[in-house]
């Protein structure tokens, strides 16, 4: 349920409302946007009576939300959030380029990869220290190794560090990662969410390999709900009948959820397409598509990766690719 206030209501009188509803086991989100100030229920509001409310004189209107989700839907928080990751920015108009490697292999890897990025344009560097493999035998990640080679990364080229946990055991380990990964594999992975929720970072949850739009935005709705707002969601392709390209870039999740969520999007497409040549185009579909940001694999050898070498691009790729996104940006800037 949303409660729409009148335009200049006194504090007081808005004070006065949201204790009363919070007296009544109501969790109460208020959200004071450029042109209207919206209080955001949570809960069972079953026994909330919406002629009561529309009848109170600071009240202009007062809607039931049908969706599930509620602190994720852009009824609640009509402005875009934008989330702070040391010192980078995303949503709202500013634009994130997250790039790095599928996972972290030695110091000279990250250390150039980083430092190429960068200096292509890259706002934040991603690395895998924790992979969730399909085979059990491959390459594994690095683990806490990993995590401390992009902290070391993160202080030669001021990057922020965005990384993948796989379980809430590894918590302790994810303390100075600045945006914590959710995998496709465990968007569902509820008790992590949960977990998640209870910190107060970024987090970045990937579209799982078959799950729907509000299936996402359910998973940004468990982290959010335990507190932790600093959601940022992923399309990274799904899976589909076709087999030319790894999965299947949903470029209309971005419209969609853009339209239902305030959250910040990102796509990933090197994921969705699994070949570094179609990764360039993909990225160009999304960003005119209104992407806040995208996710990009970067080796600096990607012949001998150790993991998603063909689908990732060489600093040089990176580089004109960083080129070609800015003057889409600029061509559909509102
Ligand atoms: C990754 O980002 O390296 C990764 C494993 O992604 P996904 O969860 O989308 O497969
Ligand atoms: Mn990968």
């Not at 026994?47 to 839907?73: H, M, Q, Y």
């Not at 702070?84 to 500013?94: D, S, T, V």
């Not at 590894?170 to 959710?182: G, H, N, R, S, Y």
Request: glycine share 10%; proline share 5%.
């Amino acid at each position: 349920m949303i409660i729409t206030l009148k335009d200049k209501c006194p504090q007081q009188q808005i004070d006065h409302l949201t204790g009363w509803l919070e007296r009544q086991g109501i969790g109460v989100h208020l959200s004071r946007g450029k042109f209207q100030t919206i209080i955001g229920l949570i809960g069972d509001v079953t026994r909330v009576d919406k002629d009561t409310l529309e009848g109170l004189d600071i009240v202009e209107r007062v809607i039931r939300i049908s969706e599930p989700f509620k602190s994720a839907n852009r009824k609640f928080h009509p402005d875009d959030t934008v989330v702070g990751a040391g010192g980078a920015r995303i949503g709202g108009g500013h634009f994130a380029l997250i790039a790095g490697p599928c996972s972290v292999e030695s110091p000279e890897q990250i250390l150039e990869v980083a430092r190429r990025v960068k200096a292509a344009g890259a706002t934040m560097l991603r690395g895998g220290a924790f992979k969730p493999r399909t085979s059990p035998y491959d390459f594994q990640g690095l683990g806490k190794e990993g995590l401390d080679l992009l902290l070391l990364a993160r202080q030669e080229t001021g990057l922020p560090i965005v990384s993948e946990i796989m379980n809430s055991s590894q918590l302790p380990l994810f303390a100075d990662v600045d945006v914590i990964q959710v995998g496709a594999r465990n968007m569902q992975n509820f008790d992590l969410l949960r977990d998640l929720g209870k910190m107060r970072k970024p987090v970045l949850i990937k579209r799982g390999l078959a799950n729907t739009v509000k299936e996402l935005l359910m998973s940004a709705e468990y982290v959010m709900a335990g507190g932790n707002k600093e959601v940022i969601l992923c399309e990274r392709g799904i899976r589909t009948f076709e087999t030319y390209t790894r999965n299947t870039l949903d470029i209309s999740a971005i419209p969609v959820i853009k339209e239902l969520s305030h959250l910040p999007v990102v796509a990933d497409p090197s994921h969705a397409c699994g070949a570094a040549k179609y990764v360039v185009p993909l990225a160009l579909g999304a960003v005119a598509a209104g992407a806040d940001g995208l996710m990009v694999e970067v080796h600096n050898n990607p012949a001998n990766a150790r993991c998603d070498g063909p689908q990732s691009l060489t600093p040089e790729q990176f580089d004109g690719l960083t080129d070609q996104v800015r003057r889409i940006r600029e061509v559909v800037a509102p």
